[in-house]
T-cell receptor, first 113, second 113 residues
């Protein structure tokens, strides 16, 4: 029974396309995150939602738009994909923002060609 | 602003060797500290965490870490590594109740049988 699940696991798409990644957690957590991991394994936070409210919005191009329809879901939509968007995107959740351990999804490997 | 440094980028050890991975953070106040592990092709999993109390923290799989406030350090240790410990290790800090957790750049550990 997966705690944090993301779909799809792999995504290959052409430049200029629009794509979405979905994330769901069944842990009853209030906070969800999107992280980007680049080819050098550097992990950087992009967004965080607490109780469906955006609380962290790092310096991310506005082509990236998160949406949290409810506490258990946090989706990421990306418009006009660029080569530099290729990375692994991880969704995570925690009981509260920042101070508690995060549970990560399996990641979505996005390849833009 | 909080930041985390992991000075060892790539560590190669033989099985049964002892491990110590360095982690230093920059923040003068109260911190919550974490070590996460990412096995090849997998998501991040929590190894251990420090919030308060005993500065020597024991985690899963025989790992431990020591919080030394005067040195702003939270080094990860294991007395005897196994081939299955081959993975990327990330130190992370949440400072002063700030909502964000900042990750270090990771240390790749390769254990040779």
């Amino acid at each position: 029974d997966t705690a944090v699940s993301q779909t799809p696991k792999y995504l290959v798409t052409q430049m200029g396309n629009d794509k979405s990644i979905k994330c769901e957690q069944n842990l009853g957590h209030d906070t969800m995150y999107w992280y980007k991991q680049d080819s050098k394994k550097f992990l950087k936070i992009m967004f965080s939602y607490n109780n469906k409210e955006l609380i962290i919005n790092e310096t991310v191009p506005n082509r990236f738009s998160p949406k949290s329809p409810d506490k258990a879901h946090l989706n990421l939509h990306i418009n006009s994909l660029e080569l530099g968007d290729s990375a692994v995107y991880f969704c995570a959740s925690s009981q509260g923002p920042g101070r508690t351990e995060a549970f990560f999804g399996q990641g979505t490997r996005l390849t833009v060609v | 602003a909080q930041s985390v440094s992991q000075h060892n980028h790539h560590v190669i050890l033989s099985e049964a060797a002892s491990l110590e991975l360095g982690c230093n953070y920059s923040y003068g106040g109260t911190v919550n500290l974490f070590w996460y592990v990412q096995y090849p092709g997998q998501h991040l999993q929590l190894l251990l965490k420090y919030f308060s109390g005993d500065p020597l923290v024991k985690g899963i799989k025989g790992f431990e870490a020591e919080f030394i406030k005067s040195k702003f350090s939270f080094n990860l240790r294991k007395p005897s590594v196994q081939w299955s410990d081959t993975a990327e290790y990330f130190c992370a800090v949440n400072a002063g109740g700030y909502q964000k957790v900042t990750f270090g750049t990771g240390t790749k550990l390769q254990v040779i049988p």
